[in-house]
């Protein structure tokens, strides 16, 4: 018997609303394929949408009934007729300029936390009780650390949004 390789149908679409971020859209589409490798996602599509604090805070308000800007929004919109996953993200570009400049790293290292962050609840992480937060940052920190971008969320200045 052969084993099979591992094969990977992962689509990653981004849309930048907000464009004062310099970002590389492939580095970012690597990381969000990479990840999906590491959890075993062989198919997905995963959209990724760029925008401000305050259209940000209305999505927010609208789907979480929270009135806060926030670092990224995570929906799961995949069913149970179709084996590919269905993922879309949206991500504050305004607030990761914001914390990159605070914490002293790139606007896209900030960006690619907030990726990370919303695939990893899409993945079944949570961050509401202290040891279940610690996991999903540790595993954060690792997964970015591995890509090239360093110790983004345990580094110094972090600051909620």
């Known amino acids: ?8 149908s992962i689509t990653v679409q981004i849309t930048k609303k907000f464009e004062n971020i310099p970002i ?3 580095s970012l589409k690597r990381l969000v394929k990479t990840i999906c490798a590491r959890f075993k996602i062989s198919k997905a599509t995963v959209g990724i949408t760029i925008i401000g604090d305050a259209e940000i805070r209305r999505l927010n308000r609208r789907f979480l009934n929270s009135s806060h800007t926030t670092d990224c929004i995570s929906f799961d919109l995949s069913d149970d007729t179709n084996s590919a996953r269905l993922l879309e993200l949206i991500v504050n570009g ?9 914490r002293r790293h790139s606007p896209e290292a900030e960006l690619a936390l907030y ?11 949570n961050d509401l009780k202290v040891r279940q937060a610690k996991k999903m940052h540790d595993t954060e920190d690792e997964i970015l650390q591995q890509f090239g971008y360093g110790l983004i969320y345990n580094s110094s200045g972090k600051e909620k949004a």
């Open 24 to 26: 590389n859209l492939s």
């Open 1 to 8: 018997m052969v084993a099979s390789k591992y094969k990977q």
């Open 115 to 125: 990726i990370t962050h919303g695939l990893l609840h899409n993945l079944g992480f």
């Open 94 to 102: 305004k607030l990761a300029v914001r914390q990159a400049r605070r």
